[in-house]
């Protein structure tokens, strides 16, 4: 039995410590921050030489990707340190050192709703841009885009409706 008991212990320490795996995976995410970052910034360059030449709507739909964007890169952000503190290890910050509010609140439920709510977000942004740029969508596109959205929609309705009857 104490050799049993010996490989149990070592097995689950084993699977304890395989969480450390994914930590080099939450930092890869930076390097996406840094993507995002210098997408934005190459739309932000090409953008604003033309502010003054064009339409109102394109204007709107070039803040549209921006804002689409930066949206992403929250998501991001929310995704790599929840699932850091979540899955890893908590975060050990010097007391100088401003810790976000949110930090440490997001269970891995919150988490989810989080990027759902984020995603349909994006979706929105999306549609809106299809929307705003109507008469060049054919008529069974833009039926599929309200399809996909209303699904996403959907779904992180009945993500959080689920969430909320488990949690009671």
Partial sequence: MD????IEHGSERL???????????????S????????????????FLPHILSISETDLILKILSLIDLVLVGGM?????FSGYENFVSDMSLDE???????????DYGSLKMKVAASVVAISSI????????IETTHNDKLFWYVIIHLTMVLSAFLMGYLDKITKH
């Fill in 15 to 29: 699977m304890y410590a395989s969480r450390w795996i994914l930590a080099p995976i939450y930092m890869g995410l």
């Fill in 31 to 46: 390097l996406t921050l840094l993507a995002l970052s210098i997408k934005f910034f190459q739309e932000l360059y090409h």
């Fill in 76 to 80: 991001v952000v929310i995704v790599m």
């Fill in 126 to 133: 999306h549609l809106l841009k299809v929307f705003m740029n």
């Fill in 3 to 6: 050799i049993k008991r010996k």
């Fill in 96 to 106: 100088n050192t401003k810790k976000l509010d949110w930090l440490g609140t997001h």
